[in-house]
């Protein structure tokens, strides 16, 4: 499904993905591209890599992958380093690496722990630290996908919950610490989108996906494509005086404090 929005909104700019191979940071990567923009697909599986820049370039688009690992600083500021020296000054950064797996506290390991909480939190803060001296001054947008663990508890996600409270906390500090260099910072928050592999973890069956369905207010999954405008639009000029935000795009969710710990149980 095509963008709502008509005009190329990102035309000759240059974002770079985390997460870009797969799922929602492929989505809104796939967005950015029609309308213009020079997409850098960053992730750990150069053939999930290599599959979505070709669908990029196919539809018209242009598309380059960097294989790495969030976690590692080191390789994540040597792929900023050349894709700033192929396209020039980055105009986007999309923070959508993220890891996740149902599990309560009793049950977890630390080492499980630790790697979501460096996946999400730590793999932001360094592809954010990194970028910095590659991102146009002033210009900039730097997103990162939360999700509603950030403000609500959710049973068997203890994990996630303390690391997207982190990632919040850290954009909305780079909007102030950024804010001079003319650098916006803000968050999106999906609710339960269909065709992702987090939903495929947490609502295994069609039992349990038509029960998060009915704790929605809005009583169905949202889409990629859904928050691919709404990251297009906070990437976009029509954005300019937006930063230190976190938009929902939940269906309401966050209103009535859904929970999905019965998914996780039969996850």
């Known amino acids: ?15 770079f993905v985390t997460g870009g191979g797969s799922g929602i940071g492929q989505r809104i990567a796939e967005r950015f591209a029609e309308h213009g923009c020079n997409v850098v697909l960053a992730g750990r ?34 792929a900023l380093q050349r894709s700033h020296e192929r396209f020039g000054e980055i105009d986007i950064l999309l923070c959508a690496a993220a890891g996740n797996f149902p599990a309560p506290v009793s049950g977890m390991s630390a080492n ?37 663990h950030a403000q609500m508890p959710f049973a068997y996600q203890a994990h996630v919950c303390a690391a997207k409270a982190g990632v919040e906390l850290l954009l909305k500090t780079l909007a102030l610490e950024w ?13 339960a989108t269909s065709d992702t592999e987090g939903m495929r973890r947490l609502a295994p069956t069609d039992e349990v996906r038509r029960a998060v369905e009915r704790s929605i207010p809005l009583g ?8 691919a405008d709404l990251a297009l639009f906070l990437c976009s ?9 976190v938009y929902l795009c939940d269906g309401g969710t966050s209103l009535c404090r859904a929970d999905f710990s019965g998914a996780a149980r039969q996850a």
């Open 237 to 245: 000029e029509a954005a300019g005086y937006i930063t230190g935000a």
């Open 45 to 78: 599986k150069q053939e999930k890599l290599d599959a979505a820049a070709a669908a990029i370039r196919q539809a018209g688009g242009a598309a380059a992958t960097e294989a790495l690992d969030v976690r590692d600083y080191e390789a994540v500021a040597a």
């Open 112 to 148: 499980g722990f630790k790697a979501v909480i460096d996946i999400d939190l730590l793999g932001t803060f360094n592809t954010c630290r990194a970028a910095y001296a590659h991102l146009r001054k002033p210009g900039a947008s730097v997103l990162a996908i939360s999700a509603n």
């Open 179 to 191: 804010g001079r260099d003319g650098i916006r910072a803000n968050c999106i928050t999906p609710g």
């Open 220 to 227: 169905r999954f949202g889409t990629k494509d859904e928050l």
């Open 1 to 15: 499904m095509r963008s709502i929005f008509r005009d190329h909104l990102l035309q000759n700019q240059v974002a």
